[in-house]
């Protein structure tokens, strides 16, 4: 099956600035892909090449097998949903929805239905006389989504479509944005700095720093197996012990302590182990490691969240976090107690630089 | 919090604020009233009074005979003339100010500035010097009709004809079209220009469904603002104008000074401020915001 869309060596510079570094990137037919990372790391850029609103400067990119470098936006197969939403505020929503029909030379009557029923697929059924600015946000928001799907297009951009929506309403836009993509069976490229919303949503994520792609793969690759530093750190929480390569199965941290993990860096190699909250445990000084390791510390804090208990733990170099559900008769640990902070073999990721 | 009233001493807050404010207005108002809404009065109703025999006015007997004079074909023609040389002038601004003012919004800020600069720099000499500079380029033996000749074209022959007052109208009235279409455009989202091209708009259907009608409010401002004092100019007709071209403004002007008949002046005056007018409630219906 040919890819949706195929990125191969893209280099995007503005001037003397790198906003896309030698990227490469494969996004298949029908996948939810979302592409995360810091602002300014490149994401819009790349979004943009895609759509043909900006040109690479090196490198080849494909669109369900046709070159695309240079053709200009309205000769691709794909369509935008703005960050701004961009919508046209002389027009009304269904001049916005029935614009690229109208473009293309649509007959008329038949722009209206599909503008109409795009409409309706968004949920706004009989606004179609109102102006953009008599709209909430998250209804721009949809026009902005029907405006692009009633064009039927092969991959749909989105640019961070959820960013200026409130918790509760981009929490029921993630659910319908993912069903919508599950319907339609169409390739959605949703860039986002929410590693949360990345997570929940797509099949798979790039994550991007600094014009580079970090890593490509599924959030529980991306989460469990983190490619580097930067994304054990970027991707939810997580605690990084330096350390040092001993052989293939074990690293030394910084205290001398030996613990098991497994990496396929050469000895010698300076590493971070990245223990996340959830994955630590805490238990008194006594307890046996199970083959994992075990470091002496102290509680030095507790944050209570409701559904769970965060506990700070100054070790005598760091100190690191360990998340407990809050669970009824627990026995609670009060900060100076001395504790002993473990976790299950293959809890660990290995990271470089 | 919402629908709730307003609380008391909110609003005598807002009752005080506006009270200042009148007082502090009050100067321009006087300033205004005494030189500008007077006078307007007074040709109003000089333009309803009846001509002496000695060239005075008299100020009893109202009547419309002033007005009547505005349908004999001599001033039905200079108004129509008028009218004409006007509109012309504000389309040949305007297909040249569009271009420029795009080309403008699109480059950097410093280049923006600069050009900005170039397009006032015309507004630090006189305007009367500046026309006639132009009565001196297209003088017979002037530069101009030099140039044509040696390249072949003939002796060029414009000067005192309606070419040579629109030609001077148009440069003298290109800055107050190219300003406010510069500021309506530069002040355009251009990511709706992007999206028009993502949803499969070419770069002219673009700009006939976007750029265009989002641009129109400069469109409307600058032509009202190069119509209104093409419509009453004076200076510029007088100047590269021949005697067989006589305006509005010159027709104005001989009524008062040489005919001595202010009551026709006075009405061709106030048929002249009703058309600004209208013109100018368009402009702030349509394009004020520009400004
Ligand atoms: N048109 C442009 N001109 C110059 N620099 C740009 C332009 N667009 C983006 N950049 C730069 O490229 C980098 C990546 O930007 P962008 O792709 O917008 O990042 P993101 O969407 O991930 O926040 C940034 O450093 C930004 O300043
Ligand atoms: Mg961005």
């Not at chain 1, 627990?330 to 470089?352: F, Q, S, T, Y």
Request: overall charge negative.
């Amino acid at each position: 099956m040919t890819a949706a869309v195929e990125i191969t060596g893209v280099t995007k510079r503005f001037d003397d600035v790198v906003a896309v570094d030698d990227i490469d990137l494969t996004i298949a037919d029908g996948e939810f892909f979302a592409m995360l990372g810091p602002s300014g790391c490149g994401k819009t850029t790349t979004l943009r090449m895609i759509a043909g609103l900006e040109f690479p400067t090196e490198g080849s990119l494909q669109i369900f097998g046709e070159e695309v470098g240079t053709l200009p936006p309205n000769k691709r197969p794909v369509n935008t949903v703005f960050q701004n939403y961009a919508l046209f505020p002389h027009m009304n929503l269904l001049e916005n929805v029935g614009f690229g029909l109208k473009m293309k030379g649509v007959a008329k009557p038949e722009t209206t239905q599909r503008a109409l029923a795009a409409i309706e697929l968004v949920q706004l059924g009989g606004m179609e006389k109102r102006r953009p600015n008599q709209l909430s946000g998250g209804q721009q928001q949809r026009v902005a989504l029907a405006r692009a799907l009633v064009n039927e297009p092969k991959v749909l951009l989105l640019d961070e479509p959820l960013g200026a929506l409130d918790l509760k309403l981009r929490q029921e836009m993630q659910g319908e944005l993912k069903s919508l993509q599950r319907d339609l069976g169409v390739s959605f490229v949703f860039v986002t700095h929410d590693q949360e919303e990345a997570l929940t949503m797509s099949d798979r994520i790039a994550v991007m720093d600094q014009g580079k792609l970090l890593q490509v793969g599924t959030p529980e690759e991306i989460y469990e197996r983190p490619a580097n530093r930067f994304v054990a750190d970027f991707i939810g929480q997580t605690n990084l012990l330096e350390g040092t390569v001993a052989d293939a199965t074990t690293v030394v941290l910084e205290n001398g302590t030996r613990v098991a993990a497994a990496s396929d860096h050469a000895a010698g190699t300076k590493v971070a182990l990245s223990l996340r909250p959830e994955r630590a445990n805490l238990a008194t000084r006594d307890a046996a490691p199970s083959d994992g390791a075990g470091i002496d510390g102290t509680v030095a804090g507790i944050t209570y969240l409701g559904n769970a208990l965060v506990y700070r733990v100054a070790l005598d170099w760091m100190e690191v976090e360990v998340r407990d559900e809050n669970r009824p008769n627990a026995d609670r640990l009060n900060a100076g107690d001395p504790v002993r902070v473990i976790w299950e073999p293959g809890a660990v990721a290995v990271v470089a630089e | 919090m919402t629908a709730a009233a307003t609380p008391e001493f909110e609003v005598a807050n807002e009752r005080n604020k506006r009270r200042r404010g009148l007082f502090m207005a009050l100067p321009a108002y006087l300033y205004l009233i005494l030189f500008f809404a007077l006078p307007l009065i007074i040709v109003v109703v000089y333009s309803f009074a009846t001509r002496n025999r000695f060239g005075g006015t008299d100020l009893s007997g109202w009547n419309l005979e002033a007005y009547a004079k505005l349908g004999e074909p001599i001033v039905r023609d200079i108004l129509f003339r008028s009218l004409w040389l006007a509109i012309l002038t504000t389309i040949i601004c305007l297909l040249f100010a569009y271009p420029f003012a795009y080309f403008l919004a699109t480059r950097s800020q410093i280049v923006r500035n600069l050009m900005l600069v170039f397009v006032m720099i015309p507004f630090w000499s006189n305007f009367l010097v500046r026309n006639y500079a132009w009565r001196v380029l297209l003088g017979n033996d002037g530069p101009v009709s030099r140039l044509t000749e040696n390249i072949g074209l003939g002796e060029t022959t414009i000067l005192f004809t309606p070419t040579a007052v629109v030609l001077g109208l148009v440069y003298g009235f290109l800055p107050f079209m190219i300003l406010p279409l510069y500021a309506s455009i530069e002040r355009m989202d251009w990511s709706l220009i992007e999206a028009s091209r993502d949803l499969g708009a070419t770069g002219i259907q673009t700009f006939r469904n976007v750029t265009f009608p989002l641009s129109l409010p400069g469109v409307i401002a600058g032509s009202i603002l190069v119509f209104i004092p093409s419509l009453g100019a004076y200076v510029t007709p007088e100047i590269l104008g021949g005697a067989k071209t006589t305006l509005l403004g010159s027709y104005i002007v001989t009524q008062f000074l040489t005919a001595r008949n202010w009551p026709v002046g006075a009405s061709v005056s106030t048929v002249l401020m009703v058309v600004m007018l209208a013109a100018t409630l368009v402009y702030f219906r349509k394009g004020g915001r520009t400004l």
